[in-house]
């Protein structure tokens, strides 16, 4: 028990100048037992205030904590239970009566006398102590109780342990004993014999003492006489000390009560001061002016200083209403009543704002709705935009110009109510999301009717390119007006249902398409076409076309968007750091959350809202953008490359612009169909070049789809010169360039009227000559082998159809060649008998110079019948015969040179004769 009270004090009274005197572990009586202990203490400072106090220990740890005190003139009443048993069980009467159950009678009993003596020290017997043994109810002495609380331990504690008798020698003492100890020197050795010497010398001075007591009995008289007077005088001082304690002690109460008194009064200022903060609190942050009250009950939010009034008054109801009350104010009265202004003044002004906004989102919708007409009425009425056609509505200059309204004036005129947007976001979430809907539901339906009479327009310009073509041999090519006219509705849906509008672009498309090539025309078109036939100013108008749509489109849905985030305020930054509270002016605490939390949450879902938004006011330029580009791709498919490659710029600047905006999101999704309409262009040219068929009358000459390949290419390259989907176009090209040698290679093997060797001779050779012009990197392999083929097939072609000119002459030296490999020497073969001089001779005489020069003219005549004019090989073919013949001719002669040395033997033709008869056909031809 005594390390837990030098704890106790160590660690809950000695902080708050305290000190504790007695303890007692107890518990409730009647209840599950949770000890705790009740401490007696007193304070070391003056008033002394004496409470008992309950320290329990606590539930998280080994320390303990004060948990319930008493003021010690509080109580009433000590009940022991019984004062001749021993019985742990005591009341103590306070405010109500607490019973308790000590853990022994001893620690009931100390705790019990230390009340008792603290009682008589401090109240004066103001607390009644029942069934209290007479023994622990003992009076403190006078003197003890005259003792200053702070000098005596014994008298404030009143549980201290009495002195020890023993009592240490004084210095003269211990002097006296060790001199007497040296004149008896045996003291040490005998104890017994300086015993025997002390108790006799004790003797005589004990005689000495009567003796002298009784000589002295006068003056022990006088001296007993003088005691009796000063009894006497000592009863008398301590009448008066009794009178004047008792005094004091009426002064001590009053002090006290003074005490007591002046502690009240200062707990009571401090609660005054108190009040009055809160009070000037609630004033400061709960007022709302009459001119903010005034502003949002009535003010003008039409005008531009209604608005600033509006949104100021705004603002500040808004920070009244996030106040961060303190406990206990929500039950205020006054609190309520002016909570419940608030909620009115705000369902009030965002009524009055829902309802201003509903009247200026239609007033600006029917404002730029007004005098408006349809494609159809607009193009009746202005007879196709005739020169001099006045309109009522802006329509035509938009529509001759290919441009899309502005709605700068509707985005600024409403951004004036933005911060106003942003406090109904705030306040009345359902109202804002009410504004939003209406918003989008008005701009959708005027957005969708901007952008399908835009988009007819360009669908008309576009289809209209075609009349102020020139008649060419694309318009050779019959097709029925219902199937164009088919064709064109499927742009539109398949219902098959078209509006006026539509019915007009139908009828242009099918007037445009009898003056035009065929929408199937393309590079491999065969028959009656050519890629040449292509007519460039009308791919040239077009593409100005798709880019003004493009062009018109982007600013449109920039702006938009950046309007409906700065209007709805969505997508928004804050700045300041998490945990912080946001204050405005004057320091006012706000509930609002701190902007760090959940702030990505709050991010990913605006720019939801954003895009939904978005998709439902434009959700028809995607339908729009891909039924213009299924137009014009059915007008001619060569318009992909030109689409691609717009298309794949305006998606590359939209996403450096924002790659999550609604048209960098909408374009990409376009650019999936313009990719899909050239990967199908490029097939369907491929597919075009499998089912080529050629004629069995004609010779094949350059093939259509080499030729094509090659305006293709050029085409092409100029399109993509510094394109972003240059790799796109690379692949195409291998898979065409690919497809076009495999198909020229299966066309010169079913060819019948040209030989194989010429086919692929001419056709590789420009194909090799159109791949050095071009320069296209990705095909230089290709380039190197088409040239390889065209080498090779020229090679072949010159000594299949040079063949033999000296047929007879080629036998006989065959034969001589033939002897030499049996192991004939040259110079033996002469001796051979088929093979002898005269047989040589014979042989040579059949080939003079007049009939090999017929020979060649005929062989002139028939490599020109197989020969096309396009390519003009016809010349390098005539100089590889040459160069061949010469080279037989050389060789005979070195095997006449080897084999009848000295023969004389020579040819009847020299090579100057052959020169001579090459040049001279090539100049007759």
Not at 13 to 26: A, G, Y
Not at 280 to 309: C, T
Not at 373 to 400: E, K, N
């Amino acid at each position: 028990m005594t390390a837990i009270k030098h704890a106790l004090q160590r660690d809950i009274f000695t902080p708050n100048d305290e000190r504790l005197l007695s303890i007692v572990n107890v518990c409730k009586a009647g209840k599950k037992k949770k000890n705790c202990f009740l401490c007696a203490t007193v304070t070391t400072e003056r008033p002394v205030q004496v409470r008992v106090v309950k320290v329990k220990k606590s539930d998280k740890g080994d320390f303990y904590k004060r948990q319930m005190a008493w003021e010690l003139r509080d109580l009433a009443e000590v009940d022991a239970k019984d004062a001749s048993k021993e019985n742990p069980e005591f009341d103590l009467h306070f405010e109500k009566v607490y019973r308790w159950v000590a853990s022994s009678t001893a620690e009931k009993n100390s705790f019990i006398s230390c009340i008792w003596k603290l009682n008589q020290r401090y109240l004066r017997k103001k607390v009644e102590f029942v069934n209290v043994s007479s023994q622990l109810l003992e009076e403190l002495p006078k003197t003890e109780e005259s003792v200053p609380s702070g000098e005596s331990q014994s008298v404030a504690g009143g549980d201290e342990d009495a002195l020890d008798d023993y009592q240490e020698l004084n210095a003269r003492e211990e002097q006296d004993i060790e001199g007497m100890m040296e004149v008896c020197e045996y003291a040490i050795s005998n104890a017994e014999a300086f015993a025997e010497k002390l108790s006799r010398e004790l003797q005589v001075l004990d005689g000495a003492n009567i003796q002298s007591i009784m000589a002295s009995e006068k003056q022990v008289n006088i001296l007993m006489q003088l005691l009796d007077e000063a009894l006497s005088e000592v009863d008398t001082i301590e009448g008066k000390l009794s009178s004047y304690e008792e005094m004091l002690q009426s002064v001590k109460e009053q002090m006290d009560q003074i005490s007591q008194s002046n502690r009240l009064i200062q707990i009571s200022n401090t609660n005054n001061g108190k009040l009055l903060d809160e009070i000037q609190f609630l004033v400061n942050y709960m007022d709302l002016s009459k001119g903010h009250i005034r502003a949002l009950q009535e003010g003008d939010l039409s005008s531009s200083k209604g608005i600033e009034a509006c949104i100021n008054a705004s603002e500040a109801l808004l920070q009244c209403m996030n106040v961060a009350l303190r406990p206990g104010h929500e039950k205020l009265m006054a609190v309520k009543q002016q909570q419940h202004l608030f909620t009115e003044l705000r369902d009030t002004f965002a009524r009055r704002l829902t309802n201003h906004l509903n009247n200026v989102f239609v007033h600006q919708f029917n404002h730029f709705s007004h005098f408006k007409m349809t494609i159809p009425q607009f193009y009746r009425s202005s007879c196709m935009s005739l020169p001099g056609h006045d309109q009522s509505s802006t329509l035509s200059q938009h529509m001759a110009e290919l441009t899309l309204p502005k709605h700068n004036p509707l985005h600024r005129d409403l951004l004036r109510y933005a911060k106003l947007m942003e406090w109904l976001k705030n306040t009345q979430r359902e109202k804002y999301e009410g504004l939003s809907r209406t918003y989008v539901d008005y701009m959708t339906r005027l957005y969708e009717r901007e952008i399908k009479d835009f988009f007819e327009v360009a669908k008309i310009k576009m289809a209209g390119t075609t009349k102020e073509g020139k008649g060419n041999k694309f318009a050779t090519l019959p097709r029925k007006e219902s199937a164009l006219k088919q064709e064109t509705e499927s742009l539109h849906g398949s219902s098959g249902k078209l509006t006026g509008s539509t019915s007009s672009l139908n009828k242009l498309a099918v007037q445009g398409s009898s003056s035009r090539r065929s929408q199937s025309s393309s590079l491999l078109d065969m028959g009656n076409m050519s890629a040449s036939d292509l007519d460039v100013a009308d791919r040239t108008k077009f593409d100005k076309i798709f880019e003004q749509v493009l062009i018109e489109l982007e600013p449109l849905c920039l702006a938009e968007q950046d309007f409906i985030s700065k209007f709805f305020k969505l997508q928004q930054h804050p700045t300041l750091a998490q945990g912080e509270v946001e204050e405005s002016d004057g320091g006012v605490p706000s509930r609002q959350p701190p902007p760090g939390e959940h702030r990505h949450f709050i991010s990913s879902t605006e720019k939801d809202m954003v895009r939904l938004m978005m998709n439902k006011i434009f959700q028809s330029i995607e339908m729009e953008l891909n039924s213009l580009i299924a137009l014009g791709d059915k007008i001619d498919s060569f318009h992909s490359l030109y689409m691609l490659v717009k298309m794949s710029h305006h998606v590359w600047t939209a996403e450096n612009v924002d790659p999550a905006s609604y048209l960098s999101t909408t374009l990409g999704n376009v650019l999936v169909t313009v990719k899909r309409n050239f990967d199908k262009c490029i097939s369907g040219q491929i597919r075009q070049m499998e089912e080529v068929k050629i004629s069995k009358k004609s010779k094949v000459g350059i093939l259509p789809f080499v030729t094509g390949f090659e305006e293709f290419a050029e085409l092409a390259e100029t399109i993509f010169r510094n394109a972003e989907r240059r790799g796109d176009l690379d692949k195409a090209y291998v898979k065409l360039i690919r497809a076009v040698f495999m198909n020229v290679e299966k066309v010169a093997i079913e060819s019948q009227k040209t030989p194989r060797d010429v086919v692929m001779m001419e056709n590789f050779h420009h194909i090799f000559s159109t791949l050095s012009h071009l320069k296209i990197s990705c095909l230089e392999t290709e380039r190197r082998e088409a040239k390889h083929k065209y080498t090779d097939h020229l090679q072949s072609y010159v000594i299949n159809s040079l063949g033999q000119p000296l047929e007879k002459l080629n036998h006989f030296f065959e034969g001589v060649e033939a002897r030499v490999a049996q192991g004939v020497r040259e110079d033996e073969v002469s001796y051979q008998l088929a093979f002898n001089k005269q047989e040589l001779r014979k042989v040579i005489k059949e080939y003079p110079g007049k009939e090999v020069k017929k020979g060649l003219d005929n062989l002139y005549k028939k490599v020109d019948k197989h020969m096309c004019e396009e390519e003009s090989l016809l010349q390098v073919v005539w100089h590889s015969m040459q160069d061949e013949f010469i080279r037989q001719y050389k060789h005979f002669e070195g095997l006449i040179g080897r084999c009848y040395p000295g023969s004389g033997i020579t040819m009847e033709f020299t090579i100057g004769d052959m020169l001579e008869y090459f040049s001279s056909i090539a100049q007759s031809h």
